[in-house]
T-cell receptor, first 116, second 114 residues
Framework: NAGVMQNPRHLVRRRGQEARLRCSPMKGHSHVYWYRQLPEEGLKFMVYLQKENIIDESGMPKERFSAEFPKEGPSILRIQQVVRGDSAAYFC??????????????FGDGTRLSIL | DAKTTQPPSMDCAEGRAANLPCNHSTISGNEYVYWYRQIHSQGPQYIIHGLKNNETNEMASLIITEDRKSSTLILPHATLRDTAVYYCIVSRSAGGTSYGKLTFGQGTILTVHP
């Protein structure tokens, strides 16, 4: 069974450009979560989505960041007008149900975003 | 959201059992204990979770004290590939908009030596 697939693995952007990070959840999983790990820091929750709905975006920066999980296709984390501080590893996780139902989240290997 | 406390680092000899402790004294009755690990440059890997009974799977065992205020993750025969940061996480209880979130602390850096 394929795990959570993230692409690209590495992404380089210049300041002011847009970054699009993709996440395909595991088969049968309809819940997707995005986390960010800044250099030398722990993972921080960003957003939780279920198909076509944002359930919790309490960890998302208010500006420039958006996420979607359409009915068809992967989940997308979009960062507009990137700045140097956006350089980080972005991890996606998926689960069959929300954590409250105690279905564990399974993570992809992340996208390393570097801003020049 | 129950807070967890873990030692910052631990060492273990290859082939020996690695016992990683975690304190979660404010855990509430319907919160589970989850363990994940992150090997350098990879995504976090789910290991095991439990509520109050001890749990075992192909990777590890989880021992939860009777009062549920602490737990221990046991890797029975550690290998060099078990060197990683291990995170103990208490899940949020039901309700509210943040119930999907996992809150990662600093974890324990486990180093397995030859």
């Amino acid at each position: 069974n394929a795990g959570v697939m993230q692409n690209p693995r590495h992404l380089v952007r210049r300041r002011g450009q847009e970054a699009r990070l993709r996440c395909s959840p595991m088969k049968g999983h309809s819940h997707v979560y995005w986390y960010r790990q800044l250099p030398e820091e722990g993972l921080k929750f960003m957003v939780y989505l279920q198909k076509e709905n944002i359930i919790d975006e309490s960890g998302m920066p208010k500006e420039r960041f958006s996420a979607e999980f359409p009915k068809e296709g992967p989940s997308i984390l979009r960062i507009q007008q990137v700045v140097r501080g956006d350089s980080a590893a972005y991890f996606c996780a998926s689960s069959r149900g929300p954590t409250v139902t105690h279905q564990p989240q399974h993570f992809g290997d992340g996208t390393r975003l570097s801003i020049l | 959201d129950a807070k967890t406390t873990q030692p910052p680092s631990m060492d273990c000899a290859e082939g020996r059992a690695a016992n990683l402790p975690c304190n979660h004294s404010t855990i509430s009755g319907n919160e589970y204990v989850y363990w994940y690990r992150q090997i350098h440059s990879q995504g976090p890997q789910y290991i095991i979770h439990g509520l109050k009974n001890n749990e075992t799977n192909e990777m590890a065992s989880l021992i939860i004290t009777e009062d549920r205020k602490s737990s221990t993750l046991i890797l029975p025969h550690a290998t060099l590939r078990d060197t990683a940061v291990y995170y103990c996480i208490v899940s949020r209880s039901a309700g509210g908009t943040s119930y999907g979130k996992l809150t990662f602390g600093q974890g324990t850096i486990l180093t397995v030596h030859p």
